[in-house]
């Protein structure tokens, strides 16, 4: 008779975000980011991941899905990666968040680990405080490893949701506003990080 321990170890496998869930399509919410977007340049690398071209070739961002698995459905979310080059050696993270409890008030930035002084060059003022404000982003990471800087944006918009009982996918898609914010946002950190 299996131990506790072991049974308890395979449900924790069974439900972990790292198993791949029952009825994951990779891509297919790729595909439906991309023609949401409109997306010309738009390449898939591996089965969940792509690269696209935004703003006339002024961007380059690797566009990754990642599953969240739940009972009895699965979220597939889309993480956009912008990478840029570092003129800084050493490591850090941050992660971004909005704060206020019923209405944005602002953007709170939260070192995990690195150069303390690193902390108010990353506080976001003007345009893309402005342009960070009113997207509807879920995660925003910013690393600093190997020589260059990679923000990791989660957004709410480009998602798909997937149910098991009673059965439906449904894709959530990104609206014009928060497609162009999400541009802005992007083009924004690739102008600060490079300056620093």
Same mark, same amino acid.
């Given at each position: 008779?299996? &131990? ?7 449900? +924790?496998?069974? +439900? ?5 869930? /029952? ?18 340049? +738009?390449?898939?690398?591996? &089965? ?19 599953? !969240?698995?739940?009972? @009895? ?6 993480? +956009? ?5 570092? &003129?800084? !050696? ?10 206020? /409890? ?6 709170? *930035? ?7 002084? @690193?902390? /108010? ?13 009113? @997207? ?13 800087? *990679? ?8 998602? !798909? ?20 914010? @999400? ?14």
């Amino acid at each position: 008779m299996p &131990s506790i321990s072991a049974m308890l170890q395979k449900l +924790f496998e069974r +439900f972990s975000a790292r198993h791949t869930p /029952a009825g994951y399509r990779p891509g297919v919410t790729l595909e439906h980011l991309r023609r949401n977007l409109g997306l010309a340049h +738009f390449q898939h690398t591996a &089965s969940a991941t792509a690269e696209a071209v935004l703003q006339d070739g002024q961007l380059h961002v690797e566009i990754v899905e990642r599953t !969240e698995s739940q009972l @009895l459905m699965h979220l597939v979310m889309t993480e +956009f990666l912008l990478r840029v080059p570092a &003129s800084r !050696e050493g490591t850090a993270s941050f992660e971004l968040h909005h704060t206020g /409890a019923v209405r944005r008030t602002g953007i709170r *930035c939260r070192q995990r680990s690195g150069d303390p002084a @690193l902390l /108010a060059l990353l506080q976001p003022d003007g345009d893309l405080l402005r342009a960070l404000m009113p @997207l509807d982003f879920k995660r925003l990471r910013i690393e600093l490893r190997a020589g260059q800087w *990679c923000v990791r944006l989660e957004h709410m918009g480009g998602s !798909e949701v997937v149910n098991r009982m009673p059965a439906f996918r449904r894709y959530i898609p990104l609206s014009a506003d928060q497609r162009n914010g @999400l541009v802005a946002t992007l083009l924004h950190f690739q102008r600060v990080l490079a300056a620093l």
